[in-house]
């Protein structure tokens, strides 16, 4: 059975012969570890693969996204970075007020990818592919106001929030439709909704305006045949149900944030977890046995004749050798 066979087996519970493997690696990680990664990467080869971002026209960038100093991205958006290998923080707004929306343009260049490039790409590898951008309009509504802004905004529901709203929106519908338009396997969305215990918006904002757009994007994959996978961090059991009315099928999400047994009772069976194992405290600070007992936890609580993806992210504090153990763990499940 390919890699991608096994994945698509996975998140259609159609008991895979084992658990597809996806590591997540900052190049903090790459930098400060690169014997364990050669390690990892030759035990335990990701089933999983984003495929490249390739554009026929340059987008226009400055500086490195995880380089220090300062990175502009192809939508104008400033990042402060203090560290080598890890992305920065916006902390100006492109948006200062609504009267810059006469002004404002979406980056058509994101639309203009080179599918043919991409294609080649898929058809090199045997492994599943979801796309190379990232389809994120809590974020990105986030990048153009700042976080803070952000927050009062959807407070106040100013026209000229709708209209940002609305702008990024369309644009991200065109970005989903180009990529459905390859062969990739899935669409990529990301959007942080969740802080340490509790959603960071209500759950009304996200059903009142968000959700509405994550079923447009949705079901702009699904009539391309493609599954969507998704990232989001923090508490969000809250709207895990509803992410899979809309069409999610898979979710990366920090599990050890929420109730696995809530998560076992309403969305099991439903929805593929994409990893992930907890990164604040068992790879950093755990033992081996910790690791083991991690894995085995989510096994015990969500796998539904597949619906798991040994998913962990080799990122800041996490030891080389609990990653290691990540993989050993979720192997000795096949």
């Known amino acids: ?26 190049p903090w990680a790459e930098r400060r570890y690169p014997d364990y990664v050669k390690k990892i990467r030759e035990l335990y080869p990701d089933d999983i693969a984003q495929a490249p971002g390739i554009y026929r026209n340059p987008l226009n960038l400055t500086g490195g996204k995880y380089d220090s100093g300062i990175y502009i991205d192809e939508w104008g ?29 979406t980056p058509d260049a994101t639309l ?25 309009p809590l974020e990105r509504f986030q990048f153009l106001r700042t976080m803070e802004q952000s927050m009062t905004d959807v407070l106040m529901e100013e026209p000229g929030y709708l209209e940002l709203l609305k702008r990024m929106h369309q644009h991200f519908c065109k970005e989903v439709e180009v990529w459905s ?16 215990h509790a959603m960071m918006l209500s759950p009304d904002v996200f059903r009142t305006f ?21 990232h989001s961090d923090g508490n969000i059991a809250e709207i895990l149900p509803e992410l899979v009315e809309v069409g999610v ?23 593929t977890f994409w990893g992930e194992i907890d990164r604040q405290d068992t790879l950093p600070n755990g033992s081996a046995e910790d690791v083991q007992r991690a894995v085995d936890l989510i096994y015990s609580k969500l796998y539904r004749n597949g619906g798991v993806i040994a998913q962990c992210e080799f990122g800041p504090a996490a030891k080389p050798e609990n990653i290691l153990n990540v993989f050993e763990s979720w192997n000795r499940k096949t």
């Open 181 to 196: 338009e390859t062969e990739v396997d899935a669409i990529f969305l990301m959007d942080d909704w969740g802080t340490q």
């Open 77 to 105: 958006c400033k990042f402060v970075n203090m560290e080598d290998g890890l992305m920065g923080i916006v902390h100006e707004p492109l948006i200062k007020d609504w009267s810059d929306l006469d002004h404002f343009k």
């Open 1 to 26: 059975m390919t890699p991608k066979n096994l994945v698509i087996k996975t998140l259609n519970f159609d008991n895979p012969s084992r658990i597809p493997r996806h590591l997540w690696l900052l």
């Open 249 to 271: 099928h898979a979710i990366n999400s920090q599990l050890f944030c929420m109730d696995l047994d809530r998560l076992s009772r309403e969305v099991a069976g439903k929805l």
């Open 210 to 230: 968000f959700k509405p757009m994550y079923r447009d994007y949705c079901e702009i994959a699904r009539q391309h045949g493609k599954y969507v996978f998704m």
């Open 112 to 136: 203009n990818i080179d599918k043919d490039a991409i294609n080649r790409f898929c058809r090199a590898t045997d492994k599943f592919t979801y796309a190379g951008s990232i389809v994120r």
